[in-house]
Structure formats: structure tokens, C-alpha cells
């Protein structure tokens, strides 16, 4: 008895810079570090959509049987970057 698909599972970062404290403990002013959220948020919304239009079409045409897109997670701050990981799992029928 073989299972009847195989998944495989990507993982999609986007990373941009966004504001930290400078030294000697400086914050960052609100207003940049509400820009760089928003920026941050419309990046993920603009990831999900074209992995969505893009693994629709593979669906669509068979090349997949399934997909999933996990919810994004929060990636960083660390150094100077900040952003989110999406995993992507993606399914093939076995014959």
C-alpha cells in the first residue's frame, strides 16, 4: 500500500530593511516603523496572491494535484532586516 500522493514542502522569505534602535539607545521614530510595517504587510499580501495565481494555474493545467499555503510568520527583526516566511507544500498524485 503506497500513499496516493507525494508532498513536497518550499519555504518562501521576503526580507527587507526596517528601522532599529542606533546607539546609544536611539528608537527609531514611530512613523518609519509604522511605514516599514506596512510596507512588510503588503509585501506578504502580494507574495500570497502570486504564489495563489501561480499555483492555481499548475493546478489547473494538472502539473499539481494540491497546494497549501501555511500562514506567514514573522521573520526578524535581526541586523537591519525584517519580514515573513510563507511554507509552501505542494502535492503530486503517484501513478
Same mark, same amino acid.
Given at each position: 500500500?503506497?500513499? +496516493?500522493?507525494?508532498?513536497?514542502?518550499?519555504? !518562501?522569505? !521576503? !526580507? =527587507?530593511?526596517? +528601522?532599529?534602535? &542606533? #546607539? +546609544? /539607545?536611539? /528608537? #527609531?521614530?514611530?512613523?518609519?516603523?509604522?511605514?516599514?510595517?506596512?510596507?512588510?504587510?503588503?509585501?506578504?499580501?502580494?507574495?500570497?496572491? /502570486?504564489?495563489?495565481?501561480?499555483?492555481?494555474?499548475?493546478?489547473?493545467?494538472?502539473?499539481?494535484?494540491?497546494?497549501? $499555503?501555511?500562514? /506567514? &510568520?514573522?521573520?526578524?527583526? *535581526?541586523?537591519?532586516?525584517?519580514?515573513?516566511?510563507?511554507?509552501? =507544500? $505542494?502535492?503530486? *498524485?503517484?501513478?
Amino acid at each position: 500500500c503506497h500513499a +496516493p500522493y507525494e508532498v513536497g514542502e518550499f519555504t !518562501v522569505s !521576503v !526580507v =527587507r530593511c526596517v +528601522p532599529i534602535a &542606533e #546607539p +546609544p /539607545a536611539i /528608537a #527609531p521614530d514611530a512613523a518609519d516603523l509604522d511605514t516599514a510595517a506596512g510596507l512588510i504587510m503588503q509585501d506578504m499580501s502580494e507574495t500570497m496572491d /502570486a504564489l495563489s495565481r501561480a499555483l492555481c494555474l499548475y493546478q489547473d493545467n494538472d502539473s499539481i494535484s494540491d497546494y497549501l $499555503i501555511t500562514p /506567514a &510568520e514573522s521573520a526578524g527583526p *535581526e541586523g537591519k532586516c525584517g519580514g515573513f516566511t510563507l511554507r509552501v =507544500r $505542494i502535492s503530486l *498524485e503517484r501513478f
